[in-house]
């Protein structure tokens, strides 16, 4: 294959300006990190979201608010969840995770804040 001068030196401009700009770029824009979502024990939950959720997911079995009159038998109501304690974020972690008997909700950090903080409202 016959390649003219011309050809020659295009293809050794590009290389040029391709060596030139790649660095070049790399050192103008700097990546920029990513937004952290904060941790779970650090984001303080919404208790009006949290009720929402626990009237959606729970009441069928707890009874999730003072109004409601009768939840599951040998299942312990939500103010009762509350005046027993938890430990940091070990409830949210809790409702993070699949467990026996309960529907599997798949909520997320900031749901399982959200419920957590209805929770604590329900203290007597």
Known sequence: ????PAFTLRVLALGLVT????????????????????????????PANGKVIAQR????????????TSGKADVPPFSAIAAKGYKDDSLQRF???PHPKMPDMQIGRNEAA???AWIDLQKK
Request: charged share 20%.
């Open 1 to 4: 294959m016959d390649r003219s």
């Open 19 to 46: 060596a030139l700009a790649v660095p070049a770029a790399a050192q103008v824009v700097a990546p920029t990190p990513l937004p952290q979502e904060p941790a779970a024990a650090a984001r303080k939950g919404d």
């Open 57 to 68: 997911w729970c009441a069928e079995c707890h009874v999730v608010t003072p109004e409601q």
């Open 95 to 97: 409702l993070m995770n």
């Open 114 to 116: 959200d419920l957590v």
